[in-house]
Each structure stands twice: as structure tokens, then as C-alpha cells.
């Protein structure tokens, strides 16, 4: 069955990087827009960055614009996210999904990782 | 962007009621929508995609509805294992949101 399994999270001091993966599985990669996805207690769900199968089409939130980058390895089925200058503010736990997105319009998140924690704290 | 507002915030319902739950968008997105349940300390599932379309596995006592900038989410006969936040969620375009949720609970 289609799983997504992400790791790289922890405690980090603002100002500081981090580096997300997912694994995925069950399913051919490379055919999937992939999306980054986190959440908080306080503001809930935000929809954090996508790229395309090919890697040739990604997209940000503005509030990870510059700081965040998304990247993808399709031989080893892995999804990555650079975070970079880390605030507060970026503290939740991040989801990796498989996206419904193709080239022509968007799309919806089915399934989702379960999840890696990313503490951002002096 | 387009903003994603649910209503209501929270609700108690009884075992067996008619719940419906609401999502509006700032502007029109046809039926770009999509529904989620997340239940206490799981991971966000999708239930509904294209406003009304149910997933495999689902129970067909959830239906969606809408097109343009209203939505519903609708639980025709709610049951013990339904309590959890329900999110919508717009794809028309880039960037995607999300609702704020709404927390379902049994009273």
C-alpha cells in the first residue's frame, strides 16, 4: 500500500537549518507532484511547498519563500525540505503527502506521512 | 490568496444526528475543494475530493456539496468514531489553504 514516512526533525535554535525526508512507497514516485504540508496547534493546517514529478516545477508558501527549499530524488523515492533561517513561528509538525496536482490544475493531499516534529527554540 | 473559513469552530452532536459543517472561499473556486478528517492524535485523512467526489473506504454517510465559494460537509447520521477535526482545503491554484477546522464531538 501506497506509505510516506518522514524523519530530520528535532530541536533547533532560531536561526538554525534543518533537513526534512520522506520516503515513499507503493507507488511509482516519480509520477507525483509531492507536497510538504505542517501543522500547529495555533494556526492549523498550512500548505508549506510542492514540486512537481520531474522537479521542474515548484511553488512556496510566502512564509517560507527564500528560506525553505524543496527537492526530490526520484531514484530513491525521497522527498527533502531545506529549512533554513528557522523562526519561532515554524514550529510544527511537518507532513510530506503524495499531491494530486498535475500541470493543468491543482490538487488534493491523499495519504499523508505521519509526521516529523520541528521545534524551533533557544 | 484566497481565504478558507469554516463554520462553526466546534460542535456537539448526539449519536445518530444530521451534521453539517461548512466551508466558504473569499473567491470562486469551482468545486476545487477538498475535505479532511483528522482524528484526536492521528494523521489528516482525505475524504472528499472534487467538492462531492468520495474516496474508496469511506463511509457513505458522508457526502460534500458546493461549487463556486460554499461548501458542505454533511454526516447524515453521526457516529461515535466520526469525532475529530474536519478541515476543507481549495486547489484551484497555488497556494493552497486550508479551513481553520471544525472539532465534532459527541454529546
Known amino acids: 500500500q501506497v506509505q510516506l514516512m518522514e524523519s530530520g526533525g528535532g530541536l533547533v535554535k532560531p536561526g538554525g537549518s534543518l533537513r526534512l525526508s520522506c520516503t515513499a512507497s507503493?507507488?511509482?514516485?516519480?509520477?507525483?507532484?509531492m507536497s510538504w504540508i505542517r501543522q500547529t496547534p495555533g494556526k492549523g493546517l498550512e500548505w508549506v511547498s510542492y514540486?512537481?514529478?520531474?522537479?521542474?516545477?515548484?511553488y512556496y508558501a510566502d512564509s517560507v519563500k527564500g528560506r525553505f527549499t524543496i527537492s526530490r530524488d526520484n531514484a530513491n523515492n525521497s522527498l527533502f525540505l531545506q529549512l533554513n533561517s528557522l523562526r519561532a513561528e515554524d514550529t510544527a509538525v511537518y507532513y510530506c503527502?503524495?499531491?494530486?496536482?498535475?500541470?493543468?490544475?491543482?490538487?488534493?493531499?491523499?495519504?499523508w506521512g505521519q509526521g516529523t516534529l520541528v521545534t524551533v527554540s533557544s | 490568496d484566497i481565504q478558507m473559513t469554516q463554520s462553526p469552530s466546534s460542535l456537539s452532536a448526539s449519536v445518530g444526528d444530521r451534521v453539517t459543517i461548512t466551508c466558504r472561499a473569499s473567491q470562486g473556486i469551482s468545486n476545487y475543494l477538498a475535505w479532511y478528517q483528522q482524528k484526536p492524535g492521528k494523521v489528516p485523512k482525505l475524504l472528499i475530493q472534487s467538492a462531492y467526489t468520495l474516496q474508496s473506504g469511506v463511509p457513505s454517510r458522508f457526502s460534500g456539496s458546493g461549487s463556486g465559494t460554499d461548501f458542505t460537509l454533511t454526516i447524515s447520521s453521526l457516529q461515535p468514531e466520526d469525532v475529530a477535526t474536519y478541515y476543507c482545503?481549495?486547489?484551484?491554484?497555488?497556494?493552497?489553504?486550508f479551513g481553520q477546522g471544525t472539532k465534532l464531538e459527541i454529546k
Open positions: 503527502a503524495r499531491d494530486f496536482t498535475t500541470d493543468w490544475y491543482g490538487g488534493w493531499f491523499d495519504p
Open positions: 507503493g507507488f511509482t514516485f516519480r509520477d507525483y507532484f
Open positions: 514540486i512537481s514529478g520531474s522537479g521542474d516545477s515548484i
Open positions: 482545503q481549495k486547489y484551484n491554484s497555488a497556494p493552497y489553504t
